[in-house]
């Protein structure tokens, strides 16, 4: 099977959203007890979800920038 190079960056921000939403947790909520357990619980029920959001995403959001562009300049 070929590597699609539209879904790398989607699979490479999916991979990151965990890092980040775990920080702000912390930062939130603070370092309970059983914390981290239960972050890698939620990861792993959380990425699937978050990679298939970004995949359907990523697409129209690259266009997006492009038509507003062309917007701006007339071209439409």
């Not at 790398?8 to 930062?27: C, D, E, N, R, Y």
């Not at 979800?49 to 701006?72: C, H, K, S, W, Y």
Request: proline share 11%; charged share 15%; glycine share 6%.
């Amino acid at each position: 099977m070929a590597a699609e190079p539209g879904l790398i960056p989607a699979a490479l921000m999916s991979s990151v959203m965990p890092i980040v939403t775990f920080v702000v947790t912390v930062l939130d909520r603070g370092w309970p007890a059983g914390v981290l357990g239960k972050r890698v619980k939620a990861c792993f029920l959380a990425r699937p979800i978050a990679a298939i959001a970004a995949f359907l995403i990523l697409p129209p959001a690259r266009r997006l920038p492009e038509r507003i562009v062309a917007l701006i300049d007339g071209r439409y």
